[in-house]
């Protein structure tokens, strides 16, 4: 009895080392993928950084995170009995959207953002992998130039009508 016991055991575990070793196989083939280019955001805008898999597979039962330095912002795990975390400086700011999950594509959009949000986001897929995005403040020092020029377009316009008005009554 004892025998057939273990007959029926080795198929088993012959059937479940088949499937670890396929699945680690092709998950080593898996690259996780972030834009090179960095995103760019004004202070208070809505961004988005996204990330995918290639080639592009479900990641829907698998856990994903978002780290900025050593700093989770997002723990997503829809595994069963899975969670969502949120690290507590981006609280009610962040929102991983996963309507294309089922092809490999996460992005963790963060909003009302702050001079304190830039720096590299770490997007990583659990056994697969990681990419980094690198998100900046857009430089607004154009602004008070431009208010610069409106100021000394305004005074210029104005110093043109007095001396229109001036030689208007000077000449009659």
């Known amino acids: 009895m004892r025998a057939m016991a273990r007959l029926r055991l080795n198929p088993v575990l012959t059937l479940m080392a088949i499937l670890a ?13 972030a834009s090179h280019t960095p995103v760019i955001g004004r202070l208070g805008d809505d961004v988005d950084l996204g990330c995918h898999l290639v080639p592009a597979v479900s990641a829907e039962f698998m856990t ?39 092809r490999g594509q996460v992005t963790m959009r963060i909003k009302n953002i702050q001079v304190s949000d830039t720096g590299n986001y770490m997007c990583e897929f659990d056994l697969v992998g990681s990419a980094t995005l690198e998100l900046k403040m857009a430089d607004n020092s154009w602004k008070s130039w431009q208010i610069v020029l409106i100021i000394l377009g305004g005074c210029a316009a104005v110093i043109a009508l007095v001396w229109y008005i001036y030689k208007r009554m000077r000449d009659p």
């Open 64 to 102: 994903i995170r978002f780290y900025v330095g050593d700093l989770f912002v997002n723990v997503y795990d829809k595994t069963p009995g899975g969670y969502f975390i949120q690290s507590e400086k981006y609280k009610d700011r962040t929102e991983l959207l996963t309507e294309n999950i089922t």
């Open 21 to 33: 070793t396929l699945q680690t196989s092709f998950a080593d083939k898996l690259k996780v993928i």
